[in-house]
């Protein structure tokens, strides 16, 4: 079946801009997750939602960025007024119900750059 | 908090040859799992293999083996037969147990390997 999908693939935005980034998860999946890795701080996880708790947002750096998950299926990260230090890549994530919970399953990630 | 340490920044090897990856973490956890992930160029996560604590034999996925040593917390990956496509960056990562939880990722191992 297919995978977990994002868009875009790049995302190149103006430093003050805001952006979304969207993340399709595996069809069935209930938990979706959304990390961010860059060159200094390597790979830091942001956000999960599982089904219809509310989500776990400790990992968000600030209350710029902020995350939805609409119908338990797609998600979207929202940057608002965007740095350089945002400039990484940005990975979704998803796992299974039942005995392989743990396991995620990622997607091609997003790479935004802010000029 | 837990952590993840991988001390190899880059191994290189010749084709057919085994190579070994390190990992150590640090937790209070009983409960937990661990998991070796394989990022090429194309930034796509792969998951390699995947270990249970509760589980005292090691994980194997084919030329993919783990030493996973609970009490010294330490979880190296075996390469066997090493190719030319195992090059990438490797990524040791922890989960708490109890559902879905965030990954907790080292700071990765490139590894290269030689024709």
């Known amino acids: 079946g297919a995978g977990v999908s994002q868009s875009p693939s790049n995302k190149v935005t103006e430093k003050g801009k805001d952006v979304e980034l969207r993340c399709d998860p595996i069809s069935g999946h209930t938990a979706l997750y959304w990390y961010r890795q860059s060159l200094g701080q390597g790979l830091e996880f942001l956000i999960y939602f599982q089904g219809n708790s509310a989500p776990d947002k400790s990992g968000l750096p600030s209350d710029r960025f902020s995350a939805e998950r609409t119908g338990g299926s797609v998600s979207t990260l929202t940057i608002q007024r965007t740095q350089q230090e945002d400039s990484a890549v940005y990975l979704c994530?998803?796992?299974?119900?039942?005995?392989?919970?743990?396991?995620?399953?990622f997607g091609p990630g997003t790479r935004l750059t802010v000029l | 908090a837990q952590t993840v340490t991988q001390s190899q920044p880059e191994m290189s090897v010749q084709e057919a040859e085994t190579v070994t990856l390190s990992c150590t973490y640090d937790?209070?956890?009983?409960?937990?799992?661990l998991f070796w992930y394989k990022q090429p160029p194309s930034r796509q996560m792969i998951l390699v293999i995947r270990?249970?604590?509760?589980?005292?034999q090691n994980a194997t996925e084919n030329r993919f083996s783990v030493n996973f040593q609970k009490a010294a917390k330490s979880f190296s990956l075996k390469i066997s037969d090493s190719q030319l496509g195992d090059t990438a960056m490797y990524f040791c990562a922890f989960m708490a147990g109890g559902g879905a939880q965030k990954l907790v990722f080292g700071q990765g191992t490139r590894l290269t390997i030689n024709p």
């Open positions: 937790t209070s956890e009983n409960n937990y799992y």
């Open positions: 270990q249970e604590a509760y589980k005292q």
């Open positions: 994530a998803s796992s299974p119900t039942g005995d392989r919970v743990d396991t995620q399953y």
